[in-house]
């Protein structure tokens, strides 16, 4: 075996290690993996998107947020969470073309929840004031579910931009 597959290998063990640390809330010590593993290996795109993470959600730091989203998806293209969490982001910047640009890109990329980017887009024209197209982004958002709780919550969504809809024509 080679030192870099054995290097792999020990920064994949990090890499879970981190993330089980965030789900058990752990995140100063899943904050030092997450960097340890960069340090090593500056192409490690899944630590990147974690890293994001705890910027945005945990510093509110979204600079290096956006940043570290960016890193994750240049060298994990294939690691769907980047896509969501960096639309996420976008949308609470309100970075409305970028947005759109990533969840183009999203559509196309093998193993991304389409549920979840179709609802992304309805978020995003609802926040326009584009609800007709909110309207048919939560439709589709529905079309790709398997989830009836996440049905129900489009559903809603539906319904939210609906009365906006007839609060703007009064």
């Known amino acids: 075996m080679s030192n870099q597959s054995d290097n792999y290998y020990e920064l994949d063990r ?5 993330d089980n640390d965030i789900k ?17 290996e500056a192409e490690y795109g899944k630590a990147y998107n ?6 945005e959600t945990k510093y509110k730091n979204f600079p290096k947020a956006e940043e570290c989203y960016r890193l994750a998806l240049k060298y994990a293209p294939e690691y769907t969470a980047a896509y969501t969490n960096y639309a996420i982001l976008l949308s ?6 970028t947005l759109a640009e990533l969840l183009a890109k999203s559509l196309i ?8 980017v179709w609802n ?5 024209y609802e926040m326009q004031g584009l609800y007709a197209e909110g309207v048919d ?15 129900q919550k489009f559903e809603k969504s539906i319904h939210r931009i609906r009365k906006k809809q007839n609060i703007a024509t009064l």
């Open 120 to 124: 992304e887009y309805g978020i995003m």
């Open 24 to 40: 058990e809330g752990l995140i100063a010590e899943a904050y030092d993996t997450l960097q340890y593993i960069v340090e090593q």
């Open 109 to 116: 990329t093998a193993g991304v929840n389409k549920a979840k």
């Open 92 to 97: 609470t910047l309100e970075k409305y073309d």
């Open 14 to 18: 990090l890499f879970f290690k981190a």
């Open 137 to 151: 982004a939560y439709k589709k958002a529905i079309q790709y579910s398997l989830s009836d709780e996440d049905i």
């Open 50 to 55: 974690h890293l994001g993470w705890i910027y």
